[in-house]
């Protein structure tokens, strides 16, 4: 199935023999969920992936070319995901496929079609633990990468923070799919050595009209709070189901859950003081320009919707890894990506002026160190980040910042525990 990639550097490089008039474009496949439960996360991921696009284009281009996407959307849903990436891969012969969002659809997109076909997959969101499994078993041959820390991690830091808000008690509603049931094992692992009590575990699946009889089960024991493991529009469904049913309105949360969407559609009183964990940032000139120049460019979206930051860092280098590569290669871009995060290069950070700046050093043979919207960003051998975790509350129907949790202190929670 690799075969085509020789046809894919010369569609990419039109421009060496077409009309001097006649620009050329270098197209990157995008697999986003635009529609259904975590539609607002792909909605957001792809605005922030065009703008880092933009602004390479802006600096003038990569190879010659400018960055296109052809982006489609996998309606949070793994067999059309599965189907819309075979198309960019095998009729498109896209050379990266940024996406999904959710892990429901990047694993079958990884597992199915970029894998096999040797094309490169970066997720900006997808935190399952079987991510890193697969690269760990040798099933990627290193075309996955994520900028999103594992659940693995996330569920350790929630059940420490649980436990430091005085969450001692609580049910867990999960969403059944692999994000979900990852997420509820790490958490609840950690949760109990650290002496919570769990009285209830429910999954439930997606897009149903209600979840009475699931929240009926998760009441089962008298929690003190619940544990919602969701994405925005289900999960609003459980919460509503949940505060009606007489609920106590103690909540902790997932990352996906940090929405304006979720926060209205149960309305902010029934919210307050809800706590909830998500992959944090360390600042950086990089998280200062996009929150600067983010909504006006993706027509309102807030700047911290989920997935936003870091999937224009996704964006950034995939872009900056195919001038590295100097072909659209895939396995010369796969190569690439590690060397536009060099711990030795030059910073850059995000921006026209900055990137115009990393493609001058990328020309000279000089190394770079992309410094992203979410931080440093370093890939291990499984194409892993590590980061901090925010801790954030709901107050006053907006989510505020209560505190951060490095990767150390999850490590240092982690090796008490052994």
């Known amino acids: 199935m690799k075969m085509f990639k020789t046809t894919g550097l010369a569609t990419a490089l039109l421009c060496a023999t077409a009309l001097s008039t006649q620009a050329c474009e270098i197209t990157i496949g995008m697999v986003m969920e635009l529609t259904g439960p975590a539609g607002a996360y792909g909605q957001a991921g792809a605005k922030s992936v065009e703008m880092a696009f933009r602004?390479?284009?802006?600096?003038?281009?990569?190879?010659?070319c400018q960055l296109v996407t052809d982006t489609r959307d996998s309606q949070s849903q793994g067999n059309v995901a599965?189907?819309?990436?075979?198309?960019?891969?095998?009729?498109k012969q896209?050379?990266?496929?940024?996406?999904?969002?959710?892990?429901?659809?990047?694993?079958?997109?990884?597992?199915?079609?970029?894998?096999a076909a040797g094309v490169v997959q970066v997720s900006p969101a997808s935190s399952s633990p079987t991510l890193t499994q697969l690269s760990r078993d040798g099933k990627t041959d290193g075309y996955f990468f994520r900028t999103i820390t594992s659940d693995a991690l996330q569920g350790i830091a929630a059940a420490k923070y649980a436990m430091d808000s005085g969450l001692t008690k609580l049910a867990i509603v999960h969403v059944n799919n692999d994000f979900g049931l990852n997420l509820m094992r790490e958490?609840?692992?950690t949760y109990e050595k650290l002496g919570g009590v769990i009285t209830s575990v429910t999954p439930y699946n997606e897009s149903q009209?209600?979840?009475?009889?699931?929240?009926?089960?998760?009441?089962?024991?008298?929690?003190?709070?619940?544990?919602?493991?969701s994405y925005p529009v289900d999960g609003a469904t459980v919460a509503r189901?949940?505060?009606?049913?007489?609920?106590?309105?103690?909540?902790?949360l997932n990352d996906g859950m940090n929405s304006t969407d979720f926060i209205t559609a149960?309305?902010?009183?029934?919210?307050?003081?809800?706590?909830?964990t998500s992959s944090g940032t360390t600042e950086t000139e990089s998280t200062k320009y996009f929150y600067a120049n983010y909504e006006a460019m993706s027509g309102g979206i807030a700047p911290s919707a989920p997935a936003a930051d870091r999937s224009y860092d996704a964006g950034a280098i995939v872009g900056l890894a195919v001038a590295k590569a100097g072909s659209t290669e895939s396995a010369a871009i796969r190569d690439a990506v590690r060397s536009v995060v060099d711990p030795a290069g030059e910073v850059i950070f995000a921006g026209p002026e900055e990137f115009k700046k990393a493609l001058a050093l990328i020309a000279e043979g000089k190394a770079i160190n992309y410094q992203g919207v979410i931080g440093n960003v370093a890939f291990d051998q499984y194409g892993d980040i590590s980061g901090p975790f925010r801790l954030w509350q709901i107050k006053g129907g907006e989510v505020v910042t209560n505190g951060q949790m490095t990767a150390e202190d999850v490590a240092g929670v982690k090796a008490s525990l052994q």
Do not use: C, H, R
């Open 94 to 115: 896209v050379p990266v496929v940024i996406g999904g969002i959710i892990s429901s659809v990047s694993i079958p997109i990884l597992t199915s079609v970029t894998a």
């Open 187 to 189: 958490f609840s692992a």
């Open 209 to 229: 009209p209600n979840y009475g009889a699931e929240v009926t089960a998760a009441m089962a024991g008298e929690p003190e709070a619940l544990y919602l493991i």
């Open 82 to 91: 599965v189907d819309q990436a075979t198309q960019l891969v095998n009729i």
């Open 55 to 64: 602004d390479l284009n802006e600096a003038g281009g990569v190879l010659g």
């Open 241 to 252: 189901a949940w505060i009606s049913q007489g609920g106590p309105q103690k909540f902790l």
């Open 266 to 276: 149960v309305g902010a009183e029934y919210l307050e003081g809800a706590f909830g």
